[in-house]
């Protein structure tokens, strides 16, 4: 098969590294990819939303099967647009229509899709700006803290958890009047506050059946100890402890099934994968968010975990023969730590040179915000570089896996979080 990939980051190096282990992989062309993906596949650089663009290059090349990565194009249309296009009306794609990208590109959407199917979630209501003094009515009922959500894609700083009702007041007004996250805020879904252990759960689907992959927890602040500012996610660890069978079974009764369910008895096209940000609150699952994609950095612990063919899995999410696909799960450990250049999620300072292990052990160092400068250096060109993932039979020495390796790579201000899985291995000793 040849297979055209969209994305540059760790989850698409992760992707292409594991596409490139099928035996039916015959080219994989990945749009524009990174340095890492270079190394393992061809990279064009064709943007992501540029549909005509990559519709040209599809016809080109024979491409038998698209994966989309990330968001953007998904909830920008380039399912429709290729499947409305004669010649690519055929060509299975892996990644949700428009409509169902909604899931994630309209809060307000992904919520009244829960109330309709019965998927359990936090409490809300919806406002614009014609509806503020309803808004800072709503707001006045409510318990603390109260969380207040922009219903457009805000690159992940969209959500604001307000302590107090003063801040609650003067943000909402911030989110409508001022449009403090763009047109992203023209609505806000203002939310009940869930506690808990947060999970994300990964399922494939081809809008008929669907295959649930290895869950992860993620590590979404800049500092150790979760604390500062939140970034696109620091690390990542699989299986997640807490996530035992009997958790998993009530969140494929009560989430899983009823998300599949619904999308198909209202019509909504979908053939992806769903990245379902979960509560876990007292036991029972709570969904916080839905994604239309897969995690990063969880995509990069969570395929080490996958040891069946992953292009056939994709393929049959495309092709909706996902039924007869056979996951397996390998029960090792697998553990994500991020590198990231020196100030991000601020400004940072591109174009140091890396040096990396030649070898490395019971780890794969997948790349993410990296390029290669005009001496063919290994160069940092994003805010999160690289994606270190450590195997082991346990948490611990999964860890230390991941540790060995990011202590041989170094580049000028390169920064990490020491801390990754040290609160499940407090949980577990
Ligand atoms: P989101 O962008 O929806 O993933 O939200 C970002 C983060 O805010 C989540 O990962 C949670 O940690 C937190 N969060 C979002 N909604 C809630 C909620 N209703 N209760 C508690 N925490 C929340
Ligand atoms: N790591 C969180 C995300 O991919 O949205």
Same mark, same amino acid.
């Given at each position: ?40 596949? =061809? ?23 698209? %994966?989309?990565?990330?968001?953007? +194009? ?13 010649? =690519?009306?055929?060509? +299975?794609?892996? /990644?949700?229509?428009?409509? /169902? ?19 359990? =979630? ?12 309803? /808004? ?114 009530? $969140? ?7 998300? %599949? ?15 379902? @940000? ?16 897969? @995690? ?10 996958? #040891? ?9 999410? /495309? ?11 390998? #029960? ?5 730590? %991020?590198? $990231? ?21 019971? #780890? ?27 195997? @082991? ?37």
């Amino acid at each position: 098969m040849n297979i055209l990939l969209l994305g540059s980051g760790g989850r698409e190096h992760a992707f292409a590294w594991k596409i490139v282990q099928s035996d039916d992989c015959e080219n994989l062309y990945v749009a524009p990819g990174n340095a890492g993906t270079a190394s393992i596949a =061809t990279n064009i650089p064709l943007g992501i939303t540029d549909f005509p663009g990559i519709k040209s290059f599809i016809l080109e090349k024979d491409i038998h099967l698209v %994966v989309v990565g990330p968001e953007e +194009p998904l909830v920008k249309g380039i399912v429709d647009y290729l499947q409305n296009h004669p010649e =690519t009306a055929l060509i +299975p794609i892996v /990644g949700p229509s428009e409509m /169902g990208a909604r899931l994630e590109g309209s809060k307000d959407f992904s919520k009244r899709f829960m109330q309709r199917n019965n998927i359990p =979630t936090a409490a809300y209501e919806t406002f614009t700006a014609a509806e503020l003094s309803e /808004g800072l009515a709503y707001l006045e009922k409510q318990k603390l803290p109260i969380v207040l959500k922009a219903d457009g894609l805000a690159a992940g700083k969209g959500v604001l958890i307000c302590l107090s009702l003063e801040e609650a007041k003067s943000s909402l007004k911030e989110m409508l009047l001022d449009q403090k996250f763009g047109e992203a805020s023209s609505k806000v879904v203002i939310e009940e506050f869930l506690t808990g252990i947060e999970l994300s759960v990964f399922v494939a689907t081809d809008g008929k059946s669907y295959k649930i992959l290895p869950e992860a927890k993620d590590y979404k602040r800049i500092g150790e100890g979760d604390t500062g500012l939140n970034t696109g996610g620091m690390g990542a660890v699989s299986p997640v402890v807490f996530a035992d069978a009997a958790f998993m079974k009530k $969140v494929e009764e009560k989430v899983v099934k009823p998300t %599949v369910d619904g999308l198909r008895k209202e019509g909504i096209p979908y053939k992806g994968f769903l990245f379902i @940000g979960l509560m876990n609150t007292a036991g029972e699952p709570h969904v916080i968010e839905y994604n239309v994609r897969m @995690g990063d950095p969880e995509t990069e612990a969570v395929l080490p975990r996958i #040891s069946s063919d992953f292009l056939h899995l994709l393929n049959g999410i /495309g092709t909706g023969n996902l039924a007869s696909h056979e996951l397996e799960i390998a #029960s090792h450990y697998a553990t994500t730590v %991020v590198m $990231v250049s020196g100030g991000y999620p601020e400004s940072y300072e591109k174009g140091f040179a890396i040096s990396l292990p030649s070898e490395v052990t019971d #780890s794969v160092i997948f790349h993410a915000g990296t390029s290669k400068n005009e001496r063919d250096e290994l160069v940092n060109q994003g805010g999160r570089v690289l994606a270190i993932t450590g195997l @082991g039979p346990d948490l611990s020495s999964a860890l230390a896996n991941a540790y060995a390796t990011v202590n041989q790579i170094s580049w000028n201000k390169a920064n990490y979080r020491s801390d990754i899985g040290k609160d499940i291995l407090k949980l577990i000793s």
